[in-house]
């Protein structure tokens, strides 16, 4: 089964590749996304939408109409998402959302979505129109502030990292034999140009570290003040200004700030892989930067090969680089992360020991368990024990926070 949307219409015959191709010019000249050029050529219909997300994906299809709409849910979901990808939030439980929206297979909807709820979603579908008229309803109409927002998103050479980010550092990054390598060259391209590592391919399971890294580049060559100019985005926001550009009419401009950077760092490249307007974009952008030796470094959930919505091209761009993954760190490091973490803390040896023993694979949910053992022991007034630890860890093991 296709992963992206488009992928399926060309794979189930609804709609031709050359069809595919003239919606997509007309998007560089008239803005809109994919889909709706297919339907503005004919070429696709709402209903034909409708009917593929119902009987080959079994989407249930329900009339916003009839459905009373939970406050609490509402709040979950930010309007901003709600009315750029067509989503009302319905029912809320305690581990799940359930949503209705025109496209469940769009993978950018779906990501943002959950990052912003932090829980399951369970999406059903209904008719665009529909669910206009119900985000004005009760999301209010677009304010004009949003709108100019929209059209300013061009911004400067190198878009401001969240400052929750500027703590990634190679210094902080405790290594071991799972990441060494991925540390190594990473580090080396922050210093340096060389066509050995160029592109940079960076993949591991969320939590890992891959990110961290990714932003140390950018933090190390930011603090230095070197020649070398550096632009950091993650896929999400490349494809939000890039939409912003064609439908400001100011590709020039986009393209522009390309030209001038020395390296391109880019944070889950598979997030464009459904959308065939930024592929075409970034490769275009891929190979001038690249055939001017300038570094290109991305990093993603996936080694390029299982990237399946990822055009051949691109995938094949990234095979011809140099690839490491990082794994998940063995016990003896997962104790080196937690001494490094615990610096300032009175946390003894053994319950590091114990959390590390338990919490195996991600280093984010490790760190998450420490943060909670030293919360307990600062506001409790209490000494850290074993049964302490293990009832945290019992609750946070059998409600494991969402991950992408």
């Given at each position: 089964?296709?992963?992206?949307?488009?992928?399926?219409?060309l794979?189930?015959?609804?709609?031709?590749?050359?069809?595919l191709d003239e919606a997509i010019?007309?998007?560089?000249?008239?803005g809109?996304?994919?889909?709706e050029n297919?339907v503005?050529?004919?070429?696709?219909?709402e209903?034909?939408?409708i009917?593929l997300?119902?009987?080959?994906?079994?989407?249930?299809?329900?009339?916003?109409?009839e459905?009373?709409?939970?406050?609490e849910a509402m709040k979950?979901?930010?309007?901003?998402?709600?009315?750029?990808f067509?989503?009302?939030p319905?029912r809320?439980?305690?581990?799940?959302l359930?949503?209705v929206?025109t496209n469940?297979?769009d993978?950018e909807a779906?990501?943002?979505l959950?990052?912003?709820?932090?829980?399951?979603v369970?999406?059903?579908?209904?008719?665009?129109?529909?669910i206009?008229?119900?985000?004005?309803?009760?999301?209010g109409p677009?304010?004009p502030?949003?709108?100019?927002?929209k059209?300013?998103?061009?911004?400067?050479?190198?878009p401001?990292?969240p400052?929750l980010?500027?703590?990634y550092?190679f210094?902080?990054?405790?290594?071991?034999?799972?990441n060494?390598f991925?540390?190594?060259?990473a580090l080396?391209?922050?210093r340096?140009?060389?066509?050995?590592s160029?592109?940079?391919f960076?993949y591991?399971?969320?939590?890992?570290g891959k990110?961290?890294?990714?932003?140390?580049?950018?933090?190390?060559m930011?603090?230095?003040?070197q020649?070398r100019?550096?632009?950091f985005?993650?896929?999400?926001?490349?494809?939000?200004e890039?939409?912003?550009?064609?439908?400001?009419?100011r590709?020039?401009?986009?393209k522009?700030?390309?030209k001038a950077?020395?390296?391109?760092l880019?944070?889950?490249?598979?997030l464009?892989a459904g959308?065939?307007?930024?592929?075409?974009?970034?490769?275009?952008?891929?190979?001038?930067?690249?055939?001017?030796?300038?570094?290109?470094?991305v990093t993603?959930?996936?080694?390029?090969?299982e990237?399946?919505?990822?055009?051949?091209?691109?995938?094949?761009?990234?095979?011809?680089?140099?690839?490491?993954e990082i794994?998940a760190?063995d016990?003896?490091?997962?104790v080196a992360?937690?001494?490094?973490?615990?610096?300032g803390?009175?946390?003894?040896?053994?319950?590091?020991?114990?959390?590390?023993e338990r919490?195996?694979?991600?280093?984010?949910?490790?760190?998450?368990?420490?943060?909670e053992?030293?919360?307990?022991?600062?506001y409790?007034?209490?000494p850290?024990?074993?049964?302490?630890?293990?009832?945290?860890?019992?609750r946070?093991?059998?409600?494991?926070?969402?991950t992408?």
């Open positions: 089964m296709a992963e992206s949307f488009i992928g399926t219409l794979e189930l015959g609804i709609i031709t590749r050359e069809q010019s007309r998007q560089w000249k008239e809109g996304d994919t889909e297919l503005r050529l004919g070429y696709f219909t209903e034909s939408l009917t997300l119902s009987r080959k994906f079994h989407y249930h299809i329900l009339d916003l109409n459905l009373k709409m939970s406050p979950l979901v930010p309007s901003w998402i709600a009315k750029r067509f989503i009302i319905v809320q439980s305690d581990t799940s359930a949503v929206m469940p297979l993978r779906m990501s943002n959950r990052k912003s709820v932090y829980l399951d369970f999406p059903f579908v209904a008719k665009k129109s529909d206009e008229s119900a985000l004005t309803k009760y999301y677009s304010l502030e949003e709108e100019m927002h059209a300013t998103l061009i911004s400067k050479m190198a401001p990292i400052s980010l500027k703590k550092t210094e902080n990054f405790v290594t071991g034999k799972c060494d991925a540390y190594s060259v080396s391209v922050a340096t140009y060389s066509d050995d160029n592109p940079f960076i591991s399971d969320i939590g890992l990110t961290h890294l990714l932003v140390s580049i950018w933090n190390y930011i603090e230095r003040q020649s100019k550096v632009l985005y993650s896929s999400d926001r490349f494809v939000e890039l939409r912003a550009a064609i439908e400001s009419k590709m020039d401009e986009f522009d700030q390309y950077i020395d390296i391109l880019i944070d889950d490249i598979g464009i959308d065939e307007v930024a592929q075409q974009q970034f490769f275009h952008i891929f190979n001038e930067l690249f055939q001017n030796s300038k570094q290109i470094v993603s959930d996936r080694p390029p090969k990237l399946s919505t990822l055009s051949q091209r691109l995938r094949s761009r990234f095979e011809g680089g140099l690839i490491a794994e760190p016990l003896e490091t997962r992360i937690l001494k490094f973490k615990a610096k803390a009175k946390v003894p040896n053994e319950i590091l020991s114990l959390i590390a919490v195996t694979t991600n280093v984010r949910e490790l760190e998450g368990v420490l943060k053992v030293i919360a307990f022991s600062r409790e007034k209490e850290i024990t074993k049964e302490v630890v293990e009832k945290i860890l019992q946070r093991l059998v409600l494991k926070p969402y992408e």
